[in-house]
Nanobody
Framework: QVQVVESGGGSVQAGGSATLSCSAS????????MGWIRQAPGKEREFVAA????????DYADSVKGRFAVSRRNAENTIYLQMTNLKPEDTAVYFC????????????????WGRGTQVTVFS
């Protein structure tokens, strides 16, 4: 059983930057692929970014490519989502997810989910 907890959300002006963190416990972190999912008000959840357990591969939604970067520090059981050039449409609750299968993260079927952290981008 893996527990993940997000942090780092808040309010950011459009064009600004923010970094989300996700700390994991209860499992062998370095064996899990990790990712980020978000849900905007009134919309369905959508894939944002993911990274493999060994950091060899990462993937991003088209809407965030070139603006967001996912990374991880296995020694600290933590992953990060660095967000730059934020837009009002990035406003959402961001969830950290974990799964042993990388593709599962992208189809919103991860085994483990955090409770989410709110990111609000104002213009």
């Amino acid at each position: 059983q893996v527990q993940v907890v997000e942090s780092g959300g808040g309010s950011v002006q459009a064009g600004g930057s923010a970094t989300l963190s996700c700390s994991a416990s209860g499992g062998t972190f370095r064996t899990y692929n990790m990712g980020w999912i978000r849900q905007a008000p009134g919309k369905e959840r959508e894939f944002v970014a993911a990274i493999t357990w060994n950091r060899v591969l990462s993937d991003y939604a088209d809407s965030v490519k070139g603006r967001f970067a996912v990374s991880r520090r296995n020694a600290e059981n933590t992953i990060y989502l660095q967000m730059t050039n934020l837009k009002p449409e990035d406003t959402a609750v961001y969830f950290c997810v974990a799964d042993r299968k990388f593709d599962t993260l992208k189809v919103l079927s991860a085994d483990y989910w955090g409770r989410g952290t709110q990111v609000t981008v104002f213009s």
